[in-house]
């Protein structure tokens, strides 16, 4: 079957504000997460893409925008199953605040029974996710052969979850998965299991360095972090 390929979306002024944007309207790349997005087409330059599919978040459309502007035949489609996780009344806040809240203790360790209050579950998220990638798989399959490849831009929890599908892990140890902001995660699909060749691959070490880290460092940041500084 296809190789998909997934990008999470550049740094967004959401990750270095530290605000937990969700669905929220009018989050935009920051100044990196422009410069990402811009050296994304060399990044991908040796790889043919069949289609280029987008969550309809603004930050996912405008990583994509360099990528597009190189490749004036690629197709782009908008795809509402890999948009954000709904996280409801959570959207907007500090994730400093949100650290003090007793799901976030859910959402850590037990993220198949965690439920964001006036949002969606977090199993519903990876639910939806999964399906999208499966249809769009037998799509490009059908449409470009079954040696195609096609990439999604779509968000930090997303990429998690259809990696943790990819492997076989339950979702309850998704968040030992960690993808940087305009990181390309590869998996190419066959007819009996996925294969991951690529995790949050950004070429750039940088993250690794020690820093000082907020808060619990045992702790997956929700939304997925801003990567490195």
């Known amino acids: 079957m296809a190789t998909l390929i997934l990008v999470r979306h550049g740094r967004s002024t959401a990750n270095t504000s530290g605000v937990l944007a969700g669905r929220t309207p009018g989050i935009a790349l920051d100044e990196r997460g422009a410069a990402q997005a811009a050296a994304l087409p060399a990044r991908l330059a040796d790889v043919p893409l ?28 908008v795809e509402d199953r890999i948009n954000e996780c709904d996280y409801g009344d959570w959207s907007g806040r500090k994730l400093a605040e949100l650290n003090d809240e007793p799901l976030m203790e859910v959402v850590q360790a037990h993220a198949s029974a965690a439920a964001f209050p006036g949002g969606e579950s977090m199993r519903a998220m990876q639910d939806r996710a999964v399906e999208a990638a499966r249809d769009w798989n037998a799509r490009i399959e059908a449409e470009h052969g079954e040696d195609a490849c096609y990439l999604m831009c779509s968000h930090g929890d997303i990429v998690k979850s259809l990696v943790a599908d990819a492997l076989g892990l339950h979702l309850d140890l998704f968040q030992r998965v960690h993808v940087d902001p305009c990181s390309v995660t590869v998996i190419r699909y066959t007819r009996l299991r996925p294969f991951l060749l690529r995790l949050g691959d950004t070429g750039d070490f940088a993250g690794f360095a020690p820093r000082e880290r907020p808060g619990d460092a045992g702790a997956a940041e929700v939304g997925g972090g801003a990567g490195a500084p």
């Open 50 to 77: 069949a289609a280029a599919v987008s969550s309809p978040l603004q930050r996912c459309r405008e990583t994509l925008r360099p990528l597009l502007d190189a490749r004036p035949d690629l197709p782009l489609h």
